[in-house]
């Protein structure tokens, strides 16, 4: 069964400072990788998805992959008070957002 | 934006009792999901399903059953539930494809006393 383990489990970034948030999962099958995010008391939302090895950016977020390590990450540029969230990587064996297997999340804020 | 909507938000039930927790959404996504949210957990996949009726076992189906009985509406249901099963449950519901997402409900707080 499929592991997907999320690192740190929780972190304080100074406001307009960098973020890296790390996940790694164990099924090297797995061909579908998402970040989401979640605000305190609400619904996950999704933030970002990858498929192949490499960077996508959007805006201040940046998603990287490197399937051999087994390893993906989310980068966010310049840091908010409103990025301050619960982060949730996401893992699929199939080409879309289908039967997700999600890390225990990282508890980010972001200090004024 | 996909519409995900869920009932009731808040449900306090008894050890041994039945409870329907239910889940609409209106974008005619041929899949559904049920999860449940533990800290400590992150999310796990309960039951889910690829069109109506049709439901299939996620990573933690035992004590829950799924109904799917039309394109827009998903039930988890507890027979006999227990105070372990206390948690929150967020649906789901998405397509297939590259850059398909998951769009999640409200959430339900459910308390087995």
């Known amino acids: 069964q499929q592991k997907v383990q999320q690192s740190p489990e929780s972190l304080i970034v100074p406001e307009g400072a960098m973020t890296s948030l790390n996940c790694t999962f164990s099924d090297s099958a797995s061909q579908y990788f998402a970040w989401y995010r979640q605000h305190s008391g609400k619904a996950p939302k999704a933030l970002m998805s990858?498929?192949?090895?490499g960077e996508k950016e959007e805006g201040r977020f940046t998603i990287h992959l490197n399937k051999a390590s087994l390893h993906f990450s989310l980068h966010i540029r310049d840091s908010q008070p409103s990025d301050s969230a619960l982060y949730l990587c996401?893992?699929?064996?199939?080409?879309?957002?289908?039967?997700?297997?999600f890390g225990k999340g990282t508890q980010l804020i972001i200090q004024p | 934006e996909a519409a995900v909507t869920q009932s009731p938000r808040n449900k306090v039930a008894v050890t041994g009792g039945k409870v329907t927790l239910s889940c609409n959404q209106t974008?005619?996504?041929?899949?559904m999901y049920w999860y449940r949210q533990d800290t400590g957990h992150g999310l796990r996949l309960i039951h889910y399903s690829y069109g109506a009726g049709s439901t299939e076992k996620g990573d933690i189906p035992d004590g829950y059953k799924a109904s799917r009985p039309s394109q827009e509406n998903f039930s988890l249901i507890l027979e006999l539930a227990t105070p372990s099963q206390t948690s929150v449950y967020f649906c789901?519901?998405?397509?297939?494809?590259?850059?398909?997402?998951?769009?999640f409900g409200p959430g339900t707080r459910l308390t087995v006393l």
């Open positions: 974008n005619n996504h041929n899949n």
């Open positions: 789901a519901s998405g397509d297939r494809g590259n850059y398909a997402e998951q769009f």
């Open positions: 996401a893992v699929s064996p199939t080409e879309g957002a289908d039967r997700l297997t």
């Open positions: 990858i498929f192949s090895n």
